[in-house]
């Protein structure tokens, strides 16, 4: 259908339609959808989350699970996994199963993807965002976009916007100013809707200079409507509006809440009465209703397409493999040391090291074999992570842990032993779990909570420090019995989690402690860290190999057992800096300790690396930084401009190892001389080239103008300065050895 023929079809039903009928369509009649129309044919909207997967099923005015076994579903892996692979291709691939399950599940919107900039370490839902940087979010954002809505369904990118923080979430006054406003928090989301066509956006819970998002006129009429051109649906945060004068007046489509008193949403009975009062024009309603009806159109929930609107599917096999290619090039090597006399690497263990070794009789003959003897310790080696983070759990299908991915892979011929090593307190009951997660986890109340010690606080305690102390023991006693020692340790879901930042940037569980003594036991230790945001490392120096991996989807354990033993080559990046310590970074440095009430973004655009490069503050692990199994060389670096003023560079990129891999080019641009501050450098291109060994491919990477502008705050525009600017060419942030200038 054209456009003017879906315009004249809208603006039949709307004209068709009462108020009462009017207001359906933009509020929530269910937890996860509205009312349609019946009359008229026009059905709800369905909505579920998220990022990592199609949520499970809960009843409309209940959150309680419904607890069928309908709804298990591929587990995606998370957006922080998706962006270490810096691969747009497999963003595409997740956004395209995403999708297909969601319409699989019959949804019509899939709350996703998340892409608030990761301004601080410490955000409980950095796990479900990709990146510090808006260039590196954008370019998977679009295509993972792209690949959802390919499928009828509709993605609802998130949360629009300034929403970095979990602490005081649903109040806190957010104050950006101008220039880091459009150079940093804004880019993603523009990408999102403009190239990335995301029928829908979500508006964050919190507030904007002074205005919540779901009524703040500067952020969803003036950027997203005048001057983006957003004809898509607004969809608000659950429980995020706030007045209905101030929703209905501004482009706001539709009221998404936590409550179950529907006709009591801002939208709905307040509205209709507003409006027959005459305090609220009956336009505002009808501008609504066209939003919501253009997206069901491009949905084909409407319309002569309807009949063939895709049926998607869930937990097809081939989602399996998608999630296991992401996952495979999500995991970072961040050491791989030589270790031992013979000054071998301990990645990856190889077939010969884990090979049984004979036992000879005294006449030579062999008697039988010695196993090769893995020990590995950490409850993330046995934690299933799907099913926690809050909205952004799910019900997955099966999660293949770290511990179950190394037997699947290595059978009966090596012997594997566990032991869980650190204690993790565990709430009393499982719908505890399920509905409470919004409290703190029993760790963090019981061990680090300043509210006054109690009985039971201290009687937990002591059981904490019981448990941790028996298991310690367990593990050390275990690590010396091993060939191979593996810890696989970090976070996970009662630190990774939505409504929560962490308090600092330490491991929880006193793993510091273990972690430093079985490198004293076992200098060869190979250390795994799982989770969705930065944590200290305070043994990395003595660790020869440390691995991460963020929350990787149903294939984890394969994909981590693949990269242990040398049959996947690791390719990731990592999409953000590791500081050392939380001292060092820019909101510490801020003076916000758990802001509440209002927040201000002093440090303006310099955050994640643009701070730390700055400062000359040096990381624990870099932006952009990932090892590899082979080795990689990049040369020949040349700046190539076309006719049509657009440049490229090109490079030739060899692998000069012998195994095959992938490594990322990037591309970085810096304006020494400027009329404002500029970053020391930022991310304007990339591209991840696969080799075989020994092969060479020259590479092309189009420019793009990231780093040649800057927002000139007067001019309200995006502005070039002429001169002189550098485009350094390397495999991560802190590895740019070739430089070329390109004048302008
Ligand atoms: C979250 C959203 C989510 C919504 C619906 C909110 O608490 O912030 O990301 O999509 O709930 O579950």
């Known amino acids: 259908m054209n456009r003017k023929d879906q315009k004249e079809q809208i603006e039949a039903l709307l004209k068709q339609m009462t108020l009462e009928e009017k207001t359906d369509l933009i509020h929530g009649s269910g937890f996860f959808r509205t009312k349609g129309v019946e009359r008229l044919g026009i059905p709800g909207v369905v909505s579920s989350d998220g990022p990592m997967g199609v949520r499970m099923q809960f009843p409309d005015d209940s959150w309680v699970p419904v607890g069928d076994s309908d709804d298990y579903v591929t587990y995606n892996p998370s957006n922080s996994a998706l962006a270490a692979t810096w691969n747009p291709e497999l963003a595409y691939e997740s956004g395209k199963v995403l999708g297909e399950e969601a319409r699989g599940r019959g949804k019509d919107v899939i709350l996703a993807p998340g892409i608030n900039i ?5 955000c409980g839902r950095n796990f479900e965002y990709m990146s510090e940087d808006p260039y590196l979010n954008g370019t998977l954002a679009v295509p993972f976009i792209k690949g959802v809505q390919e499928c009828d369904v509709a993605a609802c990118v998130k949360h629009f916007a300034v929403n970095n923080q979990e602490t005081d979430r649903l109040a806190i006054d957010t104050y950006v100013d101008e220039r880091a406003l459009r150079e940093i928090y804004l880019p993603a989301f523009k990408a999102a809707v403009q190239e990335g066509g995301s029928y829908s956006i979500m508006n964050a819970y919190n507030q904007f200079r002074g205005h919540f998002c779901s009524e703040s006129k500067e952020l969803l009429d003036d950027i997203l409507r005048d001057e983006w051109k957003y004809d898509g649906a607004v969809i608000s945060d659950w429980g995020s509006t706030h007045s209905t004068k101030g929703v209905a007046e501004c482009s706001m489509d539709m009221e998404m809440s936590i409550t179950t008193d529907f006709d009591a949403y801002y939208l709905a009975n307040p509205l209709r ?52 290619q992401v996952a495979k090039e999500s995991i970072v090597l961040l050491k791989n040391e030589p270790a031992g006399t013979a000054g071998e690497r301990l990645l990856p263990l190889t077939a010969e090291t884990l090979a049984m070794k004979p036992i000879m009789g005294n006449d030579g003959s062999v008697i039988s074999v010695k196993k090769h003897r893995i020990v590995v310790i950490g409850d993330n080696a046995e934690r299933i992570h799907a099913a926690g983070g809050g909205s952004a759990e799910i019900k997955a299908l099966y999660e293949i842990s770290p511990l179950l991915g190394l037997k699947m892979a290595l059978g009966g011929n090596v012997d594997i032993a566990y032991a869980p090593g650190y204690y993790v307190p565990e709430p009393k009951t499982k719908v505890e779990d399920l509905v409470n997660w919004q409290e703190k986890s029993l760790e963090q109340r019981v061990m680090s909570d300043d509210t006054p010690d109690t009985e039971e606080k201290k009687a937990l305690r002591r059981e904490i420090e019981a448990n941790r102390a028996k298991l310690r023991k367990e593990a050390c006693e275990l690590a010396q019995t091993a060939d191979t020692v593996i810890f696989v340790g970090g976070l996970n879901h009662y630190y990774d989690i939505e409504s929560r930042d962490r308090a600092d940037m330490k491991l929880p569980y006193a793993q510091d402690e273990l972690i430093a003594e079985l490198l004293k036991i076992r200098p060869d230790t190979i250390v795994v860290m799982v989770g969705g945001s930065p944590v200290e490392m305070p043994w990395a120096a003595q660790a020869k190999a440390l691995v991460w991996c963020y929350y990787s989807g149903m294939e984890t354990g394969n994909a981590l057992a693949d990269v242990l033993l040398g049959r996947v080559n690791p390719s990731a990046k990592l999409p953000e800096t590791f500081p050392v310590a939380y001292t060092d970074t820019v909101t510490y440095k801020n003076g916000e300790f758990g802001n509440e009430g209002r927040v201000e973004y002093k440090e303006g655009i310099f955050v994640g690396y643009r701070y730390y490069e700055k400062e000359g503050i040096k990381p624990a692990f870099p932006f952009g930084y990932g090892l590899s199994y082979t080795q990689f060389s990049i040369e020949d670096l040349q700046v190539l401009s076309a006719p049509d003023a657009s440049w490229a560079i090109t490079v030739n990129v060899k692998n000069t190892g012998n195994m095959a891999g992938a490594e990322v080019v990037q591309c970085y641009i810096s ?15 990339y591209q991840k080239v696969f080799l075989q060994p020994g092969e060479e491919k020259q590479v092309t990477i189009p ?8 927002y000139d705050v007067e001019r309200k525009a995006f502005v070039t300065e002429p001169g002189e600017y550098v485009v350094s060419v390397g495999n991560a942030s802190d590895n740019c050895l070739l430089q070329e200038c390109i004048v302008l």
Do not use: W
Not at 118 to 122: F, M, N
Not at 276 to 299: H, P, T
Not at 671 to 685: F, G, T
Not at 703 to 710: C, K, N
């Open 273 to 324: 009465e507003a409006v027959r009062k005459g305090e609220i024009s009956e336009a505002c309603v009808d501008a609504k209703v066209r939003n919501i009806l253009r997206m069901m159109f491009r949905l084909k929930m409407l319309g002569e397409q309807a009949p063939n609107r895709k049926q998607g599917a869930y937990n097809a096999p081939e989602h399996r493999q998608s999630t296991y």
């Open 671 to 685: 304006d020494p001389v400027c009329s404002v501050e500029r970053p020391v450098k930022e991310l304007n291109a």
């Open 118 to 122: 990761k301004r601080d370490p410490r």
């Open 703 to 710: 420019l793009t103008e990231r780093g040649f502008v800057y």
